[in-house]
């Protein structure tokens, strides 16, 4: 971190910006300009916080040479994170299918879909319970009960499941579920974040909705810094002033993230684009950007589903898609 001083500052008022920066565990070097002061700062400049700093009257500017995130930092564990769910691994040479509906909506659709998605080839089950609806008045999730359906599922196909958390008070719901996803409108939700690092399951977390990618891997940091570092990154499409899709794709943070971090990163075609008809496309374009993997919703019904119906591709369709890409990610040289 690079601090830029007054030129108008007293030695006395500088020397004790040095001491504090010193108690501050930081080793400081002085440049010392004919016009500007400039003290460069090493060490571990991501327990800085540079609005704190811009806050000091000596301080002209501030500028960040290293990123402010360190654990999930590719600079500081340069090999790829894998993260194993039950013997299925997220990351490195794997590209991992996350299939299933937007909401379980009984037990009999998600059997059915289950056993089709898996048949066809994807490793892991989604479902939404606790649903976070733009409308108080639409479909809010079978909660509790959704998980239990989720679990009845998973031990009929063994397949490992993931569903989403609204609020940690809900835990207790999840003790058999396999990965538990924050959603895009909970990415910043700070306490969720930290809870969710105090326990042991991985976590999915999805890209806000405006966030930044920086943004993005400090919600990450926030989950590691507390203990748990399985977390797999999620890109689900941004808002742009775009009105032909749901979202856009955002498909350069996959390579960009990939380059940032070591974490896993899976792509949702789904709620990017929201239509179903393009989910084939965004599918093989994660794969050639680099993605570990794709989070779809399928449904045996789409017209009648209860959320997200217009995205979710039929479980034909699905079947037909992880056909097409596996020679996509053969030739990524990722297993499937
Ligand atoms: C979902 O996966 O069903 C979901 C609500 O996604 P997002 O948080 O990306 O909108
Ligand atoms: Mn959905």
Known sequence: MILIIRPDRTDIEFDKLICELESM???????????????????????????EMK?????????????????????????????????????????TVIAGPCSVESQQQLNLIACNIKKSGASVLRGGAFKPRTSPYAFQGLEAEGIKILENAKSREDIPIITEIMDISDLRYFENV????????????????????????PVLLKRGMSSTIEELLMSAEYIMSEGNNDVILCERGIRTFETST????????????????HLPV????????????????????????GADGIMVEVHNNPAKALSDGAQSITLEEFDCLMNNIRKYAELENKKL
């Open 25 to 51: 565990k930081m080793k400081t070097h002085v440049s010392v300009g004919e016009n500007t002061t400039i003290v460069g700062l090493v060490g571990d400049t991501s327990l800085l916080d540079i609005n």
């Open 55 to 95: 806050a000091n009257p000596l301080v002209l500017d501030v500028k960040r040479v290293s990123e402010p995130y360190k654990r999930a930092n590719r600079k500081f564990n340069s090999a790829d994170t894998v993260i194993d769910i039950n013997g299925v691994p997220i990351g490195g040479g794997y590209f």
């Open 178 to 201: 396999d990965i538990i996803q924050v959603g895009a409108r909970n990415m910043q939700n700070f306490r969720l974040l930290k809870m969710l690092g105090r326990q042991k399951k």
């Open 246 to 261: 749901r979202n856009t794709l955002d498909i350069s943070a996959v390579p960009v993230l990939k380059k940032l971090t």
């Open 266 to 289: 899976i792509v949702d075609p789904s709620h990017a684009c929201g239509n179903a008809c393009f989910v084939p496309a965004l599918s093989k374009a994660a794969i050639a950007a």
